[in-house]
């Protein structure tokens, strides 16, 4: 499992013009499930992503995770993150997880969150979605169940 993980100021995403999902300060997080992942990967991801210190303590330096600082979580599905794209120029997505098992285990995952606390507004699975976000440092990481 593989997430993408933006530290925001605001953020959200709509399907055909209707917001489904938005967020003040936090973190968003698009996420992509290979074809061999399971819950274990999913809660360890949930686990290792909102502890996290990446939101500036008192003093600037970033100490606090997401819940110690008060944000929230905006959780978009993205299989595009396990595309191969050595060979050729149209990207393969054979490592992604078929729809079934992939919105089986975003569900889980968003499940792991929220069960940690954390608020988790989501997008739309396999929907078409526009996000919008402000990057916030900018922090960008990328965070993977298989390092």
């Known amino acids: 499992m593989r997430a993408v993980v933006q530290r925001v100021s605001e953020a959200s995403v709509e399907v055909a013009g209707s917001v489904t999902g938005q967020i003040a300060k936090?973190?968003?997080i698009f996420l992509g499930v290979r074809y061999d992942d399971g819950e274990e990967q999913a809660a360890y991801l949930a686990r290792k992503i909102s502890q996290l210190r990446i939101f500036p303590d008192e003093t600037g330096k970033m100490n606090l995770s997401v819940q110690e600082a008060g944000g929230e979580l905006?959780?978009?599905s993205q299989f595009t993150?396990?595309?191969e794209t050595?060979?050729?120029n149209r990207p393969s997505?054979?490592?992604a997880?078929?729809?079934e098992a992939a919105k089986r285990l975003y569900d889980?995952?968003?499940a792991a969150c929220r069960a940690q606390g954390l608020k988790a507004a989501t997008g739309v699975f396999q929907?078409?979605?526009r996000v919008r976000l402000t990057n916030d440092g900018p922090v960008t990481l990328i965070c993977d169940s298989g390092d």
Do not use: E, H, P, T
């Open 26 to 28: 936090g973190l968003l």
């Open 74 to 76: 905006l959780i978009v």
């Open 81 to 83: 993150l396990y595309a």
């Open 86 to 88: 050595r060979k050729g």
């Open 93 to 95: 997505y054979s490592r």
């Open 97 to 99: 997880a078929n729809a």
């Open 108 to 110: 889980y995952f968003v």
């Open 127 to 129: 929907a078409d979605m």
